[in-house]
């Protein structure tokens, strides 16, 4: 039986919240993508549901990034979700819909992966100390949840290709001034201010607030077939040959590690190894 990542807590028929939890820096694996399903599907069949409130059991990792030493056959291989679309990015595609208004408090960093989960919720509050990126370019891969398609709509197409180009870590602060986030609060204040801001909608009628999640999503997301590409480019581009020296380095570093490489992980990938072909280019340019 594998361990429960998401604990749920009713606070009311109307106010639930989710709390992850999945090993020393929370990393997303293929059991988050099962657990996250049933989930999804457990909120969208609770129709006096209005907020669900996101956060995480580690104050220094919400959602570190995609487990790199999670079985690759497994992600492959998975049976496409409700949407058509592969389950990783299904859950996505699904959580951005559901009736309820989803916050998510960010305390922590939140990078790849993690950053896919926090861009498909409705509302994002992060404490002051909170770390965004999308890094996966850094690490020789596409990202395949979805961060193009949602970005370029949330901040902006230049600050899209800042920031999933750069694959450079946001410090709270800058993601707060990019509209990555809704606004920065101090984290020791972060927990009561998304609460009372949760229980505030939860006292709303919730066919009111349906509707209106409706039109807004109707106006500013993005088409479902915007999404599958993403995950066939991640596909296809991770865990090549080509990026294994620049991996290895990551790892020896402390990736997937409480310290080292995923305190500054976008410093990390600037400075971690080039693949091989980009180093017998620049020996040939130098020579």
């Not at 989960?117 to 990202?143: C, K, S, W, Y």
């Not at 066919?207 to 995950?231: V, Y």
């Not at 020896?252 to 980009?278: F, H, I, K, M, S």
């Amino acid at each position: 039986m594998n361990a429960q990542q998401f604990h749920v807590t009713e606070v009311s028929d109307a106010y639930w919240r989710a709390s992850f939890g999945n090993g020393p820096v929370n990393l997303i694996d293929p059991d988050t993508i099962e657990q996250l399903s049933d989930l999804v599907a457990r909120i969208e069949k609770a129709p006096a549901l209005a907020v669900v409130v996101f956060n995480s059991l580690n104050p220094d990792f919400f959602m570190a990034h995609w487990d790199i030493t999670a079985d690759r056959a497994r992600v492959a291989t998975m049976r496409p979700g409700p949407t058509g679309l592969h389950p990783y990015v299904d859950n996505l595609v699904r959580l951005s819909k559901v009736s309820a208004v989803t916050i998510a408090a960010v305390r922590g960093r939140a990078r790849g992966a993690g950053s896919e989960f926090l861009l498909a919720t409705d509302i994002r509050f992060a404490g002051h100390n909170a770390v965004l990126g999308q890094v996966e370019l850094g690490m020789g891969a596409v990202p395949g949840g979805g961060a193009m398609a949602r970005l370029a709509r949330l901040v902006g197409r230049s600050r899209a290709a800042e920031i999933v180009l750069g694959a450079d870590d946001f410090p709270a602060a800058l993601a707060e001034r990019y509209g990555y986030v809704n606004r920065v609060v101090p984290d020791s204040d972060l927990d009561d201010f998304v609460d009372r801001f949760a229980r505030r909608i939860a006292d709303f009628d919730t066919t009111a607030i349906a509707g209106a999640k409706a039109l807004l999503d109707l106006a500013s997301l993005p088409a479902d077939e915007e999404f599958g590409p993403g995950m066939t480019a991640f596909l296809q581009t991770a865990w090549r040959p080509v990026n294994v020296a620049r991996m290895r380095d990551l790892l020896a570093r402390g990736l997937q590690t409480p310290t080292g490489a995923e305190l500054d992980l976008g410093q990390a990938v600037g400075e971690a190894g080039a693949p091989p072909n980009e180093v017998d280019q620049n020996s040939r340019a130098s020579g």
